[in-house]
């Protein structure tokens, strides 16, 4: 089976005779509500509802608990949620499953006390090393009330959303096409991290396989045809910033691919990487079976600068199309794909479309606008979100279309949606917010094009990095925000001051006193070059997905009351949670060590 599901344990008092079997319906009521809460609520990247199953009986005991977790075990289960309405008996019943996720859900309700389970259970967990999720709601609910408070809801799918995400990225490759780029070290891939924090094989491909690839016509040679066709019809070239310019001798004798030839070029390069991580059974048609296999990858990344892009066309645009949520062949679920292999930044991406299901974004964090340099440089104040200052969020073409935010929602404001929401019509505005530039020669000798676009829309944003950091390792980095729709002068003479033929998005962080007072300090702690953003309020989601991962939170600004954790973690201190954090994170250590 595909995919990593959902274990709901009802746990029961096992007393026969009168208690158990008084508990038994309200107990399973529960495993079912819970059961079609998440297959409502939350879907796979590629669209489908997340599977939930029950265990075969109710759980009063160890015999019982063993039951269930021989079911389990042959069912793909990444997590379990137990769920109670009554005092059970803790170190009986609890998941012993050292590889699984665990959360237990205790009804409030005061006929049996479920929540005394609950606390003893979440003792039992923390006892035994394993750390477990408790859910409990604020109000006492009344034995017929067979409904899930919204408190209730939200923990319990905010648990198994960043469960899922656990289980997605297990057993995945990252497939890191050539080296490190210009230097930045995100880009030198830590194979550690990936398989022992997130379960992840690492694979590296040479760059001259893409080029054996497109020299020997290992692609689609029907879906080329077809993609040509696309692009011609919506990809519609911008700015070419070299016109009119005097080449410097070394760009001239530099370029590989004839320009006529360089929109052939980019789309093939688009199509191998892609079958380069996925596989494609056209391949195997053709005769190349090993190449029709992929690498079953869910991430990845391409050097491009400066080897390849030296003498060969970028490859902006297959980076921008493998992070978009559609491309030729219609709708899709957007790939975390690097530019510049900055694979730390690409699992930022990753993270963001595990926890949303929605495409991210790859920018430079490239400057910091004050509103006085803003007033002194246009004659302009800076208004509404962006009254405090912005952070001008640009990179070589790795953005997903998606963030143009011409998308819109049924209040036609702005926003980005998970593919399987996009309309005709949003893909249509999305491609039309879109130019592509011929790139900058100074930069990229080879040719190439890079996607163009400015976020023109006001949508609530999270911004995502992935750190490593010697002495504490991986970390994460999670600001919440807003893009800002600027004045159009201002927008234009900012842009122009810079790379005006890349993406653009204007960010402000939510001020916080105790983190990010300022948007001046946001920026200065920021962990690298690189940022992912997606849509959305979603520090919260990141805090637990990242708790499951034990990759200490070192920066952010979400407040208190929405950072949902393991209780277990309670017991390296509850005063300072970024404290707490780090123990616990360096105690647990990493899922798969
Ligand atoms: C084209 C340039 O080399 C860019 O790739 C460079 O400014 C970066 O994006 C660095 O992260
Ligand atoms: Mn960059």
Not at 395 to 424: F, H, I, P, V
Not at 466 to 485: A, D, M, W
Not at 504 to 529: C, Q, R
């Amino acid at each position: 089976m595909k995919h990593p599901r959902i274990g709901i344990r009802p746990i029961i008092d096992g007393r026969m005779g009168g208690v158990r079997e008084s508990l038994e319906e309200q107990c399973l009521n529960m495993a079912e509500s819970a059961k079609k809460l998440i297959e409502a609520n939350l879907r796979y990247p590629d669209g489908e509802a997340v599977e939930c199953i029950i265990s075969p009986c109710t759980i009063g005991g160890a015999k019982e608990a063993a039951i269930c977790e021989e079911y389990f075990a042959t069912q793909n289960v990444v997590a379990t949620l137990s769920v109670t309405p009554c005092w059970c008996y803790g170190t009986e019943t609890i998941d012993l499953n050292p590889n699984t996720i665990k959360a237990v859900w205790g009804i409030n309700g005061t006929e049996r006390p479920g929540a005394v389970y609950l606390a003893s259970v979440m003792a039992a967990y923390a006892q035994r090393g394993l750390p477990a999720f408790s859910i409990y709601g604020q109000e006492v609910q009344d034995k017929s009330d067979k409904s899930i408070t919204p408190d209730v809801q939200k923990k319990i799918l905010d648990f198994a959303r960043a469960a899922v995400a656990v289980g997605v990225m297990r057993d995945k490759s990252y497939v890191n096409i050539g080296a490190v780029a210009m230097g930045i070290a995100g880009s030198a891939v830590n194979v550690d991290f990936l398989q022992k924090y997130l379960g992840m094989r690492t694979e590296w491909v040479d760059m001259t396989e893409v080029l054996r690839r497109i020299n020997l016509g290992i692609y689609d040679h029907e879906e080329f045809v077809k993609a040509k066709a696309w692009v011609k019809e919506n990809c519609k070239e911008g700015l070419d910033i070299n016109k009119g310019k005097k080449l410097a001798d070394i760009v001239v004798k530099s370029r590989f691919v004839p320009e006529a030839e360089q929109w052939d070029f980019v789309i093939k390069h688009a199509m191998v990487v892609r079958d380069i991580l996925f596989g494609n059974p056209k391949l195997k048609e053709m005769g190349w079976i090993e190449e029709s296999l992929g690498r079953n990858a869910i991430a990845g990344g391409f050097q491009g600068q400066r080897m390849w892009t030296d003498w060969l066309p970028n490859a902006d645009f297959t980076e921008a199309i493998m992070a978009t949520s559609f491309d030729w062949n219609g709708k899709k679920a957007p790939t975390a794909f690097a530019t510049e292999n900055d694979t730390l930044n690409c699992i930022s991406m990753l993270f963001g479309n595990l926890v949303t299901n929605k495409a991210a974004i790859f920018s430079d964090v490239r400057t910091y606008w004050s509103p006085e340099s803003v007033k002194r440089v246009t004659g302009k104040e800076l208004t509404g979100a962006a009254k405090n200052g912005i952070i001008h969020l640009i990179n070589s073409g790795a953005s997903c279309l998606d963030g143009s935010g011409a998308a819109k929602n049924e209040k036609g404001e702005g926003c980005m949606k998970e593919w399987w929401n996009l309309t005709d019509k949003d893909v249509k505005d999305l491609l039309n917010a879109t130019d592509w530039c011929r790139a900058n020669y100074e930069y990229f000798r080879g040719g190439g094009y890079s996607s163009h676009f400015r976020t023109n829309a006001e949508m609530p944003a999270t911004m995502i990095r992935c750190n490593i950091i010697e002495g504490v390792g991986p970390t994460l980095q999670v600001i919440e925000g807003y893009t800002c729709k600027i004045d159009d002068e201002i927008h234009r003479i900012l842009d122009e001051r810079t790379d005006r033929t890349w993406p653009t998005t204007w960010f402000a962080p939510i001020l916080n006193e105790d983190t990010a007072p300022t948007v001046y300090e946001m920026m200065s702690k920021w962990g690298a070059n690189h940022g992912a953003t997606v849509y959305g309020h979603v520090g919260d989601r990141l805090i637990t997905l990242a708790s499951m991962l034990r990759i200490p939170v070192v920066f952010h600004n979400i407040s208190r009351d929405r950072i949902y954790r393991p209780h277990t973690f309670n017991g390296f201190g509850t005063k300072d949670l970024e404290g707490q954090d780090f123990r616990a994170c360096a105690y647990y250590g990493p899922m798969y060590r």
